[in-house]
């Protein structure tokens, strides 16, 4: 018999390709995108407005250089409380955003914000990153270059600050962590979107509940192949990424900080499960430690934002309270001890 041919077959795979790649570009965004709840045009908009910090240049040690923001928030002249930002996963600039994205905090504060290097001014993050930032963009230079920022800044501030708050957004949360643990200087740390799982874990218990699609294991064997490539890209990013980061355990460095930490997350994540933030304050809790603060937004995404709100003014707001009660907490100490017997 002659075969017949059926349209079915090709079909269904053009649908299926279809929605790899709708689901491709989908966690690419959600990736590059964690920054804010803004659309392309909002954030492309806001910085050639006004509003937008103007860019300033740091250079570092060995020669390189990252674009940075520096602005305050609050009534104070001299704020007493510095808090710091480092990149974001993929090359967005931190213009986009900046200051709206901390409207929430009702401290006075001195807040820098350090773009990844080889990041522009004006990078809305969409286009190719290029092939410096993808040979740059690696957890080693990510704790070096934050960590010899954070020095520079805080030495040649005076008088000195009393708070020196560090803050994680996804991606950010492992070099916030991490130069926490390497930096006596940091007081607090902030965290959205991220928890105690690897990367590996994240996209494996996303993919058990049906939040992603696609075959973790089989891209994962595919980046093993061929680890150092920045010209093969899986779901936005390229292998030499993921092979860096997915099998990263945040929880010990999260373990070795004794310093205030509030963690938010959406209970809606499709980026890091919630399951991810609830694994670390139960370890927290096995280890005695009461230093961990966990804050889960009902029916909320990767960026806090749920039913057209956005929650990241509370988180903001709950990180300016905890902020005021262990800064007054350390000086009502402080005090006490001066007193005469």
Same mark, same amino acid.
Not at 135 to 150: K, R
Not at 219 to 224: A, E, L
Not at 241 to 261: E, R
């Given at each position: 018999?002659?075969?017949?041919?059926?349209?079915?077959?090709?079909?269904?795979?053009?649908?299926?390709?279809?929605?790899?790649?709708? @689901?491709?570009?989908?966690?690419?965004? +959600? +990736?590059?995108?964690?920054?804010?709840?803004?659309? @392309?045009? &909002?954030? @492309?908009?806001?910085?050639?407005?006004?509003?937008a910090p103007p860019p300033l240049s740091f250079q570092y040690r060995d020669g390189g250089s990252s674009i940075y923001y520096s602005f305050s928030v609050g009534d104070a002249s001299q704020p007493d409380t510095a808090i710091f930002f480092y990149g974001a996963t993929g090359c967005p600039s931190w213009k986009s955003v900046m200051p709206g994205y901390v409207n929430?905090?009702?401290?006075?504060?001195?807040?820098?914000v350090l773009n990844k290097r080889f990041v522009p001014d004006r990078s809305i993050g969409l286009l190719d990153?290029?092939?410096?930032?993808?040979?740059?963009?690696?957890?080693? &230079?990510?704790?070096?270059?934050?960590?010899?920022?954070?020095?520079? &800044?805080?030495?040649?501030?005076?008088?000195? !600050?009393k708070n020196v708050v560090l803050v994680g957004v996804s991606e950010g949360a492992l070099p916030a962590t991490k130069?926490?643990?390497?930096?006596?200087?940091?007081?607090?740390?902030?965290?959205?979107?991220?928890?105690?799982?690897?990367?590996?874990?994240?996209?494996? @218990?996303?993919? &058990?509940?049906?939040?992603?699609?696609?075959?973790?294991?089989?891209?994962?064997?595919?980046?093993?192949?061929?680890?150092?490539?920045?010209?093969? *890209?899986?779901?936005?990013?390229?292998?030499?990424?993921?092979?860096?980061?997915? *099998?990263? *355990?945040?929880?010990?460095? !999260?373990?070795?900080?004794?310093?205030?930490?509030?963690?938010g997350i959406g209970e809606n994540d499709e980026s890091v499960p919630v399951e991810s933030a609830l694994f670390l304050e139960s370890k927290f809790k096995e280890a005695g430690k009461n230093n961990l603060i966990l804050k889960v937004y009902p029916e909320s995404d990767h960026r806090l934002n749920g039913n057209g709100n956005s929650h990241r003014n509370e988180f903001f707001a709950e990180l300016s309270r905890l902020v005021q009660q262990t800064h007054n907490a350390v000086e009502r100490d402080a005090s006490l001890l001066q007193k005469p017997p």
């Open positions: 018999m002659t075969p017949r041919f059926s349209w079915a077959a090709p079909k269904m795979v053009r649908a299926l390709n279809l929605n790899a790649m709708r @689901t491709h570009r989908r966690l690419a965004l +959600l +990736l590059v995108f964690a920054l804010s709840g803004c659309t @392309t045009i &909002q954030r @492309t908009a806001h910085m050639y407005g006004s509003e929430g905090l009702t401290i006075s504060a001195r807040v820098f990153c290029g092939r410096e930032f993808y040979l740059a963009n690696n957890p080693n &230079q990510w704790i070096a270059d934050y960590s010899e920022f954070i020095a520079a &800044q805080l030495d040649s501030n005076a008088p000195k !600050f130069v926490a643990g390497l930096t006596p200087e940091i007081t607090h740390v902030a965290i959205i979107g991220s928890g105690g799982y690897s990367m590996h874990k994240s996209l494996a @218990t996303l993919a &058990q509940r049906g939040a992603i699609w696609f075959d973790v294991e089989s891209g994962w064997k595919k980046i093993s192949a061929d680890p150092r490539s920045i010209k093969k *890209d899986w779901y936005g990013n390229p292998y030499r990424w993921w092979s860096d980061v997915m *099998d990263i *355990d945040p929880l010990p460095d !999260f373990l070795k900080l004794n310093i205030p930490i509030i963690v």
